[in-house]
């Protein structure tokens, strides 16, 4: 079973990687107003996983990040 | 204009996050087939910015990741 789980820092929250490419991208002349920078992860687990649960207890913390199951 | 910027690593080629959480969901008891690791980039730019150069200029190391935009 093929899962894809993406993975961003929440609104509000600290996302250095995203603050650094945003200033390059402006500093390189480009009108950008947003960026955010998350993690992919592409999941080939056996059929019937309970991904929610795999994803909450290994992948992510739910403090600062939010996910989506695609 | 939002745009998902996907990037993994190429087919075969180096993925240590990948392995490294392949590793310890399978020492959880999970059975894993594959996993791998990327980026996800959340742009919003200027309508009409040239997306792909943007991408293979600053975002992308095309020698060892290929990407899709979303």
Redesign the interface.
Known sequence: MKVRV???PKKGLLDPE?RA?KE??LE?G?????????????????EG?DIKM?VES??VNTLIEEYTIE
């Open positions: 993406l993975i961003l995203g490419i390059m991208l390189n480009y009108q950008v107003n947003d960026v955010k920078v998350g993690k992919v992860v592409d999941l080939d687990v056996e996983t795999l290994f992948l």
